[in-house]
């Protein structure tokens, strides 16, 4: 069952993490980080569909234009020989599709994340981007994200950037 929010042509849709659209996003996201980092390492995460508090796709016009998810990581290994705390949770896969850039969509995008984080009781948010996402971290920046210390697998790597925010 999908629930939304409809804004002009801008629709915010809550789907289940693998509904179609949401599933064509991520893949999209992930050839794309293939394409900037010159390796396909993202592809073979797997991310525990039971730890997924909410997914989001942003349709323009009735075409998938931009999709998220928020997991759940509350105690979980932080990857760093730590956990981390309750309430947290982790965005994953933001993406904006190619056409769709430079019209809004990730800070709506981002504010229908952080809204359905809010709902899932999660207080926290955490998240890992890198170096060759200039425009990522440009967003999470301006939307009051702060870096905090590396965690998760590419917690050793020099491109690896980590931000958090306070729901």
Not at 60 to 72: E, K, L, N
Not at 95 to 123: H, I, N, P, Q, W
Not at 133 to 151: C, D, M, N, S
């Amino acid at each position: 069952m999908t629930t939304g929010t409809t804004f002009g042509r801008l629709t915010a849709v809550r789907v289940p993490f693998d509904h179609p659209d949401a599933v064509a996003l991520r893949q999209a996201a992930v050839r794309e980080l293939a394409e900037r980092y010159g390796n396909d390492e993202d592809s073979k995460e797997v991310i525990e569909p039971a730890t997924i508090a909410a997914t989001i796709v942003l349709r323009v016009a009735d075409v998938a234009a931009a999709g998220g998810s928020i997991r759940d990581v509350s105690l979980s290994d932080d990857g760093v020989g730590g956990h981390h705390p309750p309430a947290t949770g982790e965005l994953k896969r933001m993406f904006v599709v190619k056409d769709f850039r430079r019209r809004g969509l990730a800070k709506r995008l981002m504010e229908e994340l952080e809204s359905a984080a809010r709902e899932a009781g999660l207080t926290r948010l955490v998240l890992e981007t890198g170096t060759g996402q200039p425009e990522a971290v440009a967003l999470y920046e301006k939307l009051g994200w702060t870096r905090i210390p590396p965690y998760g697998k590419w917690a050793d790597s020099d491109d690896q950037l980590c931000y958090g925010k306070s729901l």
